[in-house]
Structure formats: C-alpha cells, structure tokens
C-alpha cells in the first residue's frame, strides 16, 4: 500500500524517481524498491518524501509509528 502511495505522490509531483531520489537523498534504485514495497521504509523517510511532493501525513503520532499509512491520511498541502 505505502509503495503505491509514494509513487502517486511522486508522479502528482511530476518528479522522475531519479529527481525525486535526489531530493530525499537516498538512491534511485532504493526509492524503486520503496515504491515496488521490496525494502521497508522508515516514517522519517515517508514523512521527507511526502514534504518534498507538497503532501501532509494527517494523522501519524510520531510517538506511534505503528499505525497504517493510508491515501485517506495524506493531503495535498495548500500553497
């Protein structure tokens, strides 16, 4: 689920992966294997990706990271 979400936030953003990677400073091919859901991502790099395409995860207490990510807990943030 979150793979896919990462990769429509990304495309909404009309960012490449490679462009996208840059930005969050991981590699090309490891933000490949987030969106294809083959590495776990960590909320700190979810929370960095989703800043960078301009959305907002609504609802994750930092405190508890368990809590599954959804498309119904992120926005596109105002500008």
């Known amino acids: 689920m979150i793979g896919k979400i990462l990769k429509t936030m990304r495309r909404e953003s009309k960012l490449t992966q490679e462009q996208l990677?840059?930005?969050a400073y991981l590699g090309r091919t490891t933000l490949s294997d987030y969106e294809r859901m083959k590495?776990?991502?960590n909320f700190?790099?979810?929370e960095r990706i989703a800043n960078i395409?301009?959305?907002e995860i609504l609802f994750i207490n930092k405190k508890d990271k368990?809590?599954?990510l959804s498309s119904n807990n992120i926005e596109r943030k105002e500008i």
């Open 66 to 68: 368990t809590k599954i």
């Open 44 to 46: 700190e790099t979810i």
């Open 39 to 41: 590495t776990d991502i």
């Open 21 to 23: 990677a840059e930005q």
């Open 53 to 55: 395409c301009g959305y």
